[in-house]
Protein backbone atom coordinates (compact mmCIF):
# COMPACT_ATOMS: atom_id res chain seq x y z
CA UNK A 1 0.00 0.00 0.00
CA UNK A 2 1.31 3.03 -1.14
CA UNK A 3 2.41 5.38 1.81
CA UNK A 4 0.65 8.69 1.62
CA UNK A 5 1.16 11.53 3.73
CA UNK A 6 -0.33 15.28 4.01
CA UNK A 7 0.89 18.05 6.91
CA UNK A 8 0.33 21.37 7.89
CA UNK A 9 4.24 23.34 8.81
CA UNK A 10 4.69 25.94 10.57
CA UNK A 11 8.04 26.72 10.33
CA UNK A 12 9.59 30.06 11.66
CA UNK A 13 12.88 31.19 10.47
CA UNK A 14 14.75 34.58 9.16
CA UNK A 15 14.38 35.26 5.78
CA UNK A 16 17.89 36.57 5.30
CA UNK A 17 19.50 35.05 2.14
CA UNK A 18 21.69 35.98 -0.40
CA UNK A 19 23.02 37.68 -3.80
CA UNK A 20 25.81 36.04 -5.51
CA UNK A 21 27.24 39.01 -7.69
CA UNK A 22 30.48 37.19 -9.98
CA UNK A 23 33.41 38.70 -10.95
CA UNK A 24 33.14 42.03 -9.94
CA UNK A 25 36.37 44.44 -11.41
CA UNK A 26 37.83 46.26 -8.73
CA UNK A 27 41.64 46.41 -11.27
CA UNK A 28 43.05 46.53 -14.36
CA UNK A 29 46.63 46.57 -14.76
CA UNK A 30 47.12 47.28 -18.19
CA UNK A 31 44.72 44.02 -18.88
CA UNK A 32 45.16 41.90 -16.23
CA UNK A 33 41.79 42.18 -14.70
CA UNK A 34 41.25 41.12 -10.96
CA UNK A 35 37.74 40.50 -9.62
CA UNK A 36 35.88 40.06 -6.43
CA UNK A 37 32.67 37.22 -5.87
CA UNK A 38 30.63 38.41 -3.59
CA UNK A 39 27.82 37.11 -1.44
CA UNK A 40 25.46 39.90 -0.38
CA UNK A 41 22.83 39.26 2.43
CA UNK A 42 19.45 39.99 0.96
CA UNK A 43 15.85 39.53 2.78
CA UNK A 44 12.26 40.47 0.23
CA UNK A 45 11.66 43.53 2.45
CA UNK A 46 15.64 44.78 2.80
CA UNK A 47 15.79 48.47 3.92
CA UNK A 48 17.73 50.42 1.83
CA UNK A 49 19.66 51.54 5.04
CA UNK A 50 20.22 48.03 5.84
CA UNK A 51 23.91 47.30 6.42
CA UNK A 52 25.45 44.68 7.44
CA UNK A 53 29.77 44.00 8.28
CA UNK A 54 32.08 43.13 5.63
CA UNK A 55 34.44 40.09 5.33
CA UNK A 56 36.86 40.29 2.52
CA UNK A 57 38.19 36.80 2.37
CA UNK A 58 41.24 36.09 0.57
CA UNK A 59 41.60 31.87 -0.51
CA UNK A 60 45.33 30.29 0.00
CA UNK A 61 47.19 29.17 -3.04
CA UNK A 62 50.85 29.26 -2.18
CA UNK A 63 50.95 32.44 -3.36
CA UNK A 64 50.42 31.67 -6.97
CA UNK A 65 47.19 31.45 -9.10
CA UNK A 66 44.33 31.30 -6.81
CA UNK A 67 40.71 28.63 -7.43
CA UNK A 68 38.38 31.52 -6.67
CA UNK A 69 35.37 29.38 -7.71
CA UNK A 70 36.27 26.26 -5.53
CA UNK A 71 34.94 26.72 -2.14
CA UNK A 72 32.08 29.30 -3.01
CA UNK A 73 29.28 27.09 -0.64
CA UNK A 74 31.69 27.54 1.75
CA UNK A 75 32.37 31.39 1.50
CA UNK A 76 28.28 31.39 1.54
CA UNK A 77 27.82 30.27 5.00
CA UNK A 78 29.41 33.88 5.91
CA UNK A 79 26.42 35.60 4.09
CA UNK A 80 23.84 33.37 5.56
CA UNK A 81 25.16 34.51 8.89
CA UNK A 82 24.69 38.30 7.83
CA UNK A 83 27.98 38.99 6.55
CA UNK A 84 28.70 40.89 3.31
CA UNK A 85 31.17 38.45 1.79
CA UNK A 86 34.02 39.08 -0.84
CA UNK A 87 36.46 36.55 -2.10
CA UNK A 88 39.62 38.33 -3.18
CA UNK A 89 41.69 37.35 -6.52
CA UNK A 90 44.91 39.33 -6.06
CA UNK A 91 47.72 39.53 -8.79
CA UNK A 92 50.13 36.14 -8.27
CA UNK A 93 53.40 35.96 -7.73
CA UNK A 94 54.17 34.82 -11.47
CA UNK A 95 52.79 38.21 -12.61
CA UNK A 96 53.91 40.52 -9.89
CA UNK A 97 55.80 39.55 -6.66
CA UNK A 98 55.18 40.59 -3.15
CA UNK A 99 54.01 43.17 -2.16
CA UNK A 100 51.83 43.50 -5.18
CA UNK A 101 49.15 40.79 -3.61
CA UNK A 102 48.51 43.29 0.21
CA UNK A 103 48.16 46.38 -2.74
CA UNK A 104 45.38 44.22 -4.21
CA UNK A 105 43.89 43.50 -1.19
CA UNK A 106 43.98 47.07 0.15
CA UNK A 107 42.59 48.25 -3.14
CA UNK A 108 39.73 46.15 -3.12
CA UNK A 109 39.20 47.30 0.45
CA UNK A 110 38.44 50.62 -0.83
CA UNK A 111 36.66 49.38 -3.95
CA UNK A 112 34.13 48.24 -1.81
CA UNK A 113 33.82 50.53 1.41
CA UNK A 114 33.39 53.46 -1.97
CA UNK A 115 30.50 51.02 -2.63
CA UNK A 116 28.94 49.94 0.18
CA UNK A 117 25.64 51.51 -0.13
CA UNK A 118 25.14 49.27 -3.14
CA UNK A 119 26.23 46.18 -1.52
CA UNK A 120 24.70 47.13 1.99
CA UNK A 121 28.07 47.30 3.65
CA UNK A 122 28.50 48.47 7.13
CA UNK A 123 32.03 50.47 6.89
CA UNK A 124 32.56 50.72 10.32
CA UNK A 125 32.76 47.22 10.37
CA UNK A 126 35.05 45.49 7.89
CA UNK A 127 37.64 43.02 8.04
CA UNK A 128 40.05 41.06 6.30
CA UNK A 129 40.66 37.49 6.34
CA UNK A 130 42.23 34.43 4.66
CA UNK A 131 43.52 30.92 4.81
CA UNK A 132 46.77 30.06 4.27
CA UNK A 133 48.59 31.88 1.64
CA UNK A 134 46.08 34.10 1.98
CA UNK A 135 45.89 34.66 5.54
CA UNK A 136 49.38 36.03 5.01
CA UNK A 137 48.22 38.06 2.93
CA UNK A 138 45.35 39.19 5.30
CA UNK A 139 47.73 39.36 8.39
CA UNK A 140 50.30 41.57 6.00
CA UNK A 141 47.32 44.00 5.35
CA UNK A 142 46.16 44.52 8.41
CA UNK A 143 49.35 45.04 10.13
CA UNK A 144 50.63 47.50 8.05
CA UNK A 145 47.13 49.83 6.99
CA UNK A 146 47.39 51.99 9.45
CA UNK A 147 51.09 52.15 9.18
CA UNK A 148 50.50 53.60 5.34
CA UNK A 149 53.24 50.46 4.24
CA UNK A 150 52.15 48.77 1.23
CA UNK A 151 50.12 51.12 0.09
CA UNK A 152 48.45 51.77 -3.30
CA UNK A 153 46.84 54.90 -5.45
CA UNK A 154 43.79 53.01 -5.67
CA UNK A 155 40.41 54.80 -4.64
CA UNK A 156 42.93 56.69 -2.50
CA UNK A 157 39.86 58.84 -1.95
CA UNK A 158 38.09 56.52 0.13
CA UNK A 159 39.02 56.10 4.07
CA UNK A 160 39.28 52.70 4.90
CA UNK A 161 39.45 51.15 8.69
CA UNK A 162 40.09 47.28 9.16
CA UNK A 163 38.55 46.30 12.00
CA UNK A 164 39.75 42.58 12.23
CA UNK A 165 41.54 40.21 10.96
CA UNK A 166 41.08 36.34 10.73
CA UNK A 167 43.75 33.92 9.98
CA UNK A 168 43.51 30.35 9.13
CA UNK A 169 46.95 28.21 8.77
CA UNK A 170 49.08 31.16 7.89
CA UNK A 171 52.64 31.17 7.36
CA UNK A 172 53.33 34.17 8.81
CA UNK A 173 57.35 33.82 8.93
CA UNK A 174 58.31 33.70 5.54
CA UNK A 175 62.06 32.70 6.21
CA UNK A 176 60.74 29.95 8.78
CA UNK A 177 58.57 29.12 6.19
CA UNK A 178 61.43 28.66 2.99
CA UNK A 179 64.01 26.67 5.60
CA UNK A 180 60.80 23.95 6.56
CA UNK A 181 61.10 20.60 4.16
CA UNK A 182 58.87 20.22 1.58
CA UNK A 183 55.43 18.53 2.32
CA UNK A 184 55.42 15.14 1.45
CA UNK A 185 54.62 14.48 -2.41
CA UNK A 186 55.52 17.85 -3.59
CA UNK A 187 57.87 18.60 -6.08
CA UNK A 188 61.51 19.76 -5.68
CA UNK A 189 61.45 22.75 -7.48
CA UNK A 190 58.16 23.73 -5.84
CA UNK A 191 59.52 27.39 -3.89
CA UNK A 192 56.40 29.83 -3.76
CA UNK A 193 58.06 31.46 -1.15
CA UNK A 194 61.60 32.06 -3.58
CA UNK A 195 58.57 33.19 -5.93
CA UNK A 196 56.38 35.67 -3.60
CA UNK A 197 59.48 37.42 -3.37
CA UNK A 198 60.65 37.17 -6.89
CA UNK A 199 63.96 36.04 -5.95
CA UNK A 200 66.61 32.98 -6.33
CA UNK A 201 67.12 31.72 -2.95
CA UNK A 202 65.14 33.39 -0.07
CA UNK A 203 67.78 32.26 2.56
CA UNK A 204 70.17 35.19 0.51
CA UNK A 205 67.17 37.87 0.68
CA UNK A 206 67.23 38.06 4.86
CA UNK A 207 65.67 41.66 4.78
CA UNK A 208 63.45 41.26 2.16
CA UNK A 209 61.84 37.95 3.80
CA UNK A 210 61.69 40.08 6.86
CA UNK A 211 60.00 42.89 5.07
CA UNK A 212 57.28 40.21 4.03
CA UNK A 213 56.82 38.61 7.55
CA UNK A 214 53.91 39.50 10.12
CA UNK A 215 56.19 39.89 12.71
CA UNK A 216 58.29 43.29 11.70
CA UNK A 217 55.29 45.14 11.92
CA UNK A 218 53.81 44.06 15.58
CA UNK A 219 55.40 46.37 18.35
CA UNK A 220 53.72 47.65 21.96
CA UNK A 221 53.67 51.26 19.56
CA UNK A 222 52.09 49.64 16.50
CA UNK A 223 48.38 50.27 16.12
CA UNK A 224 46.67 46.60 15.34
CA UNK A 225 43.64 45.81 14.73
CA UNK A 226 42.35 42.34 17.06
CA UNK A 227 43.39 39.22 15.60
CA UNK A 228 41.69 35.73 14.98
CA UNK A 229 44.03 32.78 14.84
CA UNK A 230 42.77 28.86 13.48
CA UNK A 231 45.89 26.36 12.63
CA UNK A 232 45.60 22.56 12.64
CA UNK A 233 47.93 20.84 14.77
CA UNK A 234 48.50 17.97 12.06
CA UNK A 235 49.36 20.94 10.00
CA UNK A 236 52.16 19.25 7.23
CA UNK A 237 52.28 22.11 4.87
CA UNK A 238 52.14 25.06 6.92
CA UNK A 239 53.76 24.01 10.54
CA UNK A 240 51.55 25.06 13.70
CA UNK A 241 54.83 26.98 14.92
CA UNK A 242 53.38 29.98 12.67
CA UNK A 243 50.53 30.73 14.77
CA UNK A 244 52.29 30.00 17.99
CA UNK A 245 55.30 32.13 17.62
CA UNK A 246 52.55 34.89 16.27
CA UNK A 247 50.06 34.72 18.94
CA UNK A 248 52.95 34.99 21.34
CA UNK A 249 54.47 37.94 19.88
CA UNK A 250 50.42 39.69 19.63
CA UNK A 251 50.61 38.54 23.17
CA UNK A 252 53.97 40.28 23.67
CA UNK A 253 52.91 43.68 22.47
CA UNK A 254 49.49 43.93 24.37
CA UNK A 255 47.34 43.14 21.41
CA UNK A 256 43.98 42.12 21.52
CA UNK A 257 44.47 38.51 19.94
CA UNK A 258 42.73 35.24 20.11
CA UNK A 259 44.25 31.74 18.88
CA UNK A 260 42.21 28.06 18.30
CA UNK A 261 44.69 25.05 17.40
CA UNK A 262 42.22 22.38 16.11
CA UNK A 263 43.21 18.90 17.28
CA UNK A 264 43.71 16.61 14.45
CA UNK A 265 43.22 19.23 11.84
CA UNK A 266 45.72 19.35 9.03
CA UNK A 267 46.00 22.21 6.31
CA UNK A 268 42.33 24.07 5.62
CA UNK A 269 39.55 21.81 4.28
CA UNK A 270 36.21 21.31 5.49
CA UNK A 271 36.55 21.50 9.55
CA UNK A 272 37.77 25.13 8.85
CA UNK A 273 34.15 25.84 7.65
CA UNK A 274 32.00 23.80 10.72
CA UNK A 275 29.56 25.28 12.90
CA UNK A 276 31.72 25.82 15.37
CA UNK A 277 34.26 27.87 13.73
CA UNK A 278 32.02 30.02 12.23
CA UNK A 279 30.45 30.70 15.10
CA UNK A 280 33.28 31.69 16.83
CA UNK A 281 34.35 34.33 13.87
CA UNK A 282 30.81 35.21 13.54
CA UNK A 283 31.33 36.53 17.20
CA UNK A 284 34.46 38.14 16.61
CA UNK A 285 32.86 40.31 13.54
CA UNK A 286 29.46 41.34 15.27
CA UNK A 287 30.91 42.29 18.56
CA UNK A 288 33.62 44.87 16.87
CA UNK A 289 32.47 48.18 16.37
CA UNK A 290 34.52 51.59 16.09
Given at each position: ?????????K?????????????????????????????I???????A????????F????????????????????????????????????M????????????????????????Y?????????????????????????E??????????????????G?IA?????????????????????????????????????????????????????????????????????????????????????A?????????????????????????D??????K????
Amino acid sequence: MANQQYQKLKIECDDLEWLYVPDEVYADYDGCKRCLQLFIPYRQNLAAEETFPLVLFIPGSAWYRQEVYNSLPAYSRLAERGIVTAILQFRESMIAPFPAQVEDAKAALRFLAARAEDYHIDTERIFIAGNSSGGHIALMTAFTESQGIFDTPLYQETPCRIKGVIAQSAPSNIMKCAKEPLPPGFPENFRPTRDLLGVKEVLESPELAEAASCGKYISQAAELPPVLLFHGIDDVQVSVEHSRELFALLKGAGKDAAYYEIEGGGHGGAVFWTDRILDIMETFIKERRL
